[in-house]
Every structure is written in C-alpha cells, then in structure tokens.
C-alpha cells in the first residue's frame, strides 16, 4: 500500500480512537471500580499516562498496543504502580452505534502471564522524573467484525503512604459521569470527588478493518471529529480546583 494511503487512514484511525470515547458518553456502562481516591492538581491529569496508541487491525492479524507511564519530576516517588487496559464497548462500520463487546471475536490483550478482554501489569515503583514505556500484544480472530473497540484505562499507584488512582471515562456510569461533570446551571466542570477518583486517563480504540472498509472511514470522519472538539473540552480543559476536588 502507498505511504499516503498509510498516513490518511492512521490519522482517521486516531481521531475515530478519540471519537470511540466520546460516543460512549451515551452509553450505560460499568459502575466506577474506584471510591474516595484523594483527587490530584489538574496539571497531573495527562502525565502519569501518556502516549497511548492502539493498533489497526484486519481480522485475524495481531499488533502492539503501547503506552508511556511517568513519575512527574515534582511529585513524590511512586510505588505499586499498576496499569489496567479493558477492552469494553464495540462501535461497528457504518453506522457507529455503541455496545458493549461481543462474548466471541473481541480483540484479546495479551501479556507474558496472560490473554483475554483485560490486561493488569504491575509496573513496580518509578522515581520522580523518571519514567518506562511499555506495551501489550493484540490478537484478533478470523471472526472479529470490523468497527472499533474502545479501551479504557486505570493507573493505581502509592506515594508518601497514600494511594492514588486514576481511571478513564469508560469506568463510570452515564449518570454519575454527568453528576460529576455537569453544574445545575449546565456549565461544565469536572468533580473528582464526585467520580471518587485521583483523576481521568485517557481511553484508545483498537481498530479492526478490511480494505474495503476505507470508504465507511471516510464517511464517519467528519462526525468523529465535531465528537473530539465536545468531549477534549471536558476531559482536557486547564481550569482551577476547589478543595472539593472540582475543577
């Protein structure tokens, strides 16, 4: 395949991977795993987990989902540190409805001790400003349909004897995620307290497609990128943090 046809669908894969996230906003999905987690500056949010990138697959193929986890050089070293990625909620070509995954042809995450729909690695402790990049294999079956698979995150670790926890939106509820992010006047705002967390990861999305898949890409690009501006605003946005754990 030429290299600008390479180019073109991985840029459509990395905003449909943003936009898999956004859809699921609307979605009923698992109650959040955390509860009363001391919530962290703002400034954190996108540091300790970074670089985030999901392969794009034909069924039956297999690749290398990466990630970058770090320890801010102003924070505290960090021990127990410990990353789960979940492959949760399915997004199907065209039409992009959301459910939660089949019980057969679900993309597997595969590390050293294990393969299925969850992956947990214990990364051991990081010092500040240090940081280790690491990955886990992805496997497809010939029977795996072409759409999206979102992935969602969650990063625990321990510093100065307290425990910290950070989990990507895909964790919470369609209800508590809007009590969370949503004042009564409509304003939005972003309440760790409420989400019983230290802060929000990001999520990424395992794409699987065939060739003649290109054009249903094409097509739902322009929705998936009016998705991204909407939901970057909440889950980015630099605004100030109350004591409360509202941002």
């Known amino acids: 395949m030429p ?24 979605a009923p999905l698992s109650p959040a795993s955390a509860a009363g987690f001391p919530p962290l500056p703002v400034a954190f949010d996108s540091t300790f987990l970074s670089n985030l990138s999901a392969p794009d697959l034909t069924p039956g193929n297999s690749g290398t989902l990466t990630f970058h986890v770090a320890d801010p050089p102003s924070f505290s070293p960090m021990t127990a540190v410990s990353l789960t990625l979940d492959v949760y909620a399915f997004n199907a070509f065209p039409g992009n409805a959301t459910s939660s ?22 990364l051991g402790a990081l010092s500040p400003g240090t940081s280790e990049a690491g990955s886990v294999g992805v496997t497809t ?53 409420t989400l019983g967390v230290s802060g ?27 998705l991204v501006g909407a939901g970057t605003y909440v889950y980015f946005r630099r605004a100030p943090k109350s004591s409360s754990g509202a941002r």
């Open 141 to 193: 079956a010939t029977s795996t349909p072409a759409g999206t698979f979102a992935v969602r995150t969650a990063l625990s670790f321990t510093a100065n004897g307290t425990t910290y926890r950070f989990e990507s939106r895909g964790w919470f509820t369609a209800s508590r995620w809007a009590a969370a992010t949503e004042l009564p006047n409509g304003s939005l705002t972003l309440n760790l307290t």
């Open 101 to 122: 995954v089949a019980s057969t042809g679900t993309p597997l995450l595969v590390t050293p001790t294990s393969s299925g729909t969850t992956a947990n690695l214990s």
């Open 200 to 226: 929000v990861t990001a999520e990424t999305a395992i794409l699987v497609s065939s060739s003649n898949w290109d054009w249903a890409l094409a097509l739902i690009l322009g929705a998936a990128i009016v």
């Open 3 to 26: 290299e600008p046809r390479r180019s073109w669908s991985r840029s459509i894969r990395i905003a449909l991977a943003t936009a898999v996230a956004v859809v699921t906003l609307f």
